[in-house]
Structures are given as C-alpha cells and as structure tokens.
C-alpha cells in the first residue's frame, strides 16, 4: 500500500512526492507514537473491561456477557477498541493485551458467580493473530486455573478469517480448545470469506449473525434473508445463533420469528461498566417475569 502511493507519487512528479513522502512519515510516526502509548498502557494496566448482556429472544433471560476491552487514556478519556486493536494486532502488543482480557474476563466471572449473579458464561474476542503469537489453548487453560473459573463458563470469540488463515491447523487447534472445555463461537458470521463446510469440520458452538444485517433487518430483504439462512442452517448443524446490534423491538420481533436463539444490543443494553452490570441484572426482567417485548 505504501509503496503504491509512493509508486504513484513519484510518477505524479517531484513536488507531489515530497509531498507524499511527509504524508507517510507523518502517518508512520502517528502509528510509532500510538504503538509506544500502547505499551505504555500495557505496563500501566490502563484498560477497563465493558459488558455487554447477552439475552434469549424467545424470553429474555440473561444468557451471558460479551467483554469488551477499553482503553482508559489519561489524556484522551475511553478510548474504544476499533481505534488501538489494529495497532495491537500489527505490533504484536495483542498477545499481551488479550492475554490481560482474558485473564480480567475470568475474574470478573468468578466474583460476579461468587456473589451469587445468575450470569452463565463470559465471551472472550479473540484476534486472529493472537492465534500465531502464542499458545492459545495453554494460555485459556492457565486463565482458568488462575482464575477457578469451570470452563464451561468461558466462550471463546473468533472469527472467519482464523478458520481460513490457519488452513490445516485449524481444526486441529480448535479442537485442543474445545477439550478445555470452553465454548466456541464464530464472531462477525457472514461478512467474511468463509466455506459454509468449514463449519462441519470445526468444533462450533454458536455463530454470530453480524450487526450489519441486524442493523437493515427491516428494510433491506437481502439482509433478513441472510439473517434467516443463517439462523435456519445454523440450526440444521446444532448450532445456536446469536445476532449483534439489535437497537429497537421491530428488529427483535422479526428474529423472533426467524427463531433465533439469543441477541445483544443496545435494546437490551450498551456494554457496561463491571460495577453497572448487577444493577442492569437487578432491573432487567427476569424469565418469569414480564417479557421483553
Ligand atoms: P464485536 O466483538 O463484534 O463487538 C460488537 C461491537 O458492537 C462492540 O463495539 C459493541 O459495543 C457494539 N454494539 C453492541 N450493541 C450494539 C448496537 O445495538 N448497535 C451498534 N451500532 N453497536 C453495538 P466495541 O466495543 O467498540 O468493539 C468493537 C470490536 O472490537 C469488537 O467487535 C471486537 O471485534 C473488537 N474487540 C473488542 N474487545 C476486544 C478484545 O478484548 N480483544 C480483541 N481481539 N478484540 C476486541
Ligand atoms: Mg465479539
Ligand atoms: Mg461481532
Ligand atoms: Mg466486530
């Protein structure tokens, strides 16, 4: 890419390559300073986890959490993970830092558990590359022994990409995760390049319906097709579908009647704060309760 542009300025003439040039070190030079804040941080620990519920269309009980990482910058404020995780991925600092998620995510779970919170599991993102920096299943595995966290508590986050980068391995690496005795699921299901028969192959548990189809699920019959084949082929293999990003109650009724499983959302809740989440519990109704629609 860089050296497209440099191609291309250099055929532009001079002027404009010196211009391109200044461009690209600036941009090098922001990704360099961002790099060293990220370690920074990393030392410091200055990253929070945020929850998000996750709930059962059919009647709203509380299925679990997704955890989501922010970065708590003295000078910036929460800074969301779209903005450093790229960054963390191509440096190499998302080994530390998912080592950290996943660490605090199992904690968290086993203090919520210890004061008696109904809340079945915890999701973990995991990045495609922390799959080529360390030993993911013996790093899961100390989580959890740390932490005393049963690992039919942890579900783990990946996505499409991993299943098609990781080529031979995958299957069987997904399967030494599987013996922990953790959950898997496919993140982002439906917008990456994915073989439909790779998920005989891989040891599933759950797919996610990507929010880009939730979001248009109304209006848009290509997308609720989408949502609807997943859903319908996620069944067939004895999987269960979650979709992301349901914001309103039409969006709900309609995957409702698309009978899948479970939905998070900002309907039901934006990702909280560890110390808001019993709060939300507390006020959310309960399966005997009133419905959520
Ligand atoms: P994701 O795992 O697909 O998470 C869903 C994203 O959608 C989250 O953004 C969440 O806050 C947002 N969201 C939830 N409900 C709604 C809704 O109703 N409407 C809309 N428009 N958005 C909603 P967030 O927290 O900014 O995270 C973005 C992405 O960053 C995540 O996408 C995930 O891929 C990545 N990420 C987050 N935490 C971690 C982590 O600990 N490790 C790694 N490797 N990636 C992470
Ligand atoms: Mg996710
Ligand atoms: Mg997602
Ligand atoms: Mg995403």
Known sequence: NADSAMYRAKELGRNTFHFYTEELTRAAGRRLAMET????????????????????????????????????DKEKGLVGPDEFIPVAEESGLIAPLGLWVLKEACRQLQVWRHR??????????????????????????????LSGLPPEFLELEITESLLMRQGDSAPAMLRSLKDLGVRLVIDDFGIGYSSLAYLREFPIDRLKIDQSFVRDIETDHSAREIASTVV?????????????????VRQLEILKMLECDAYQGFFAS???????????LAAWPSPSGRSNT
Not at 117 to 137: E, R
Not at 232 to 248: F, I, K, Q, T, Y
Not at 270 to 280: F, I, T
């Open 232 to 248: 319908a082929m996620g069944h067939n293999l004895s999987l269960e579908v979650l979709a992301e990003g349901v914001e309103n």
């Open 116 to 145: 008696g919170l109904a809340l079945p599991q915890v999701a973990v993102n995991f990045s495609s590359q922390q799959f080529l920096l360390q030993d993911v299943t013996a790093r899961v595995s100390e989580a959890l022994e």
């Open 270 to 280: 934006a990702p909280l704060p560890a110390e808001d989440l019993p709060g939300w």
């Open 37 to 72: 804040r990220l370690r920074r941080a990393i030392e410091h620990r200055e990253f929070v986890l945020y929850f998000q519920p996750q709930v059962s269309v059919a009647d709203g009980r509380t299925i679990g959490v997704e955890a989501l990482v922010r970065w708590n």
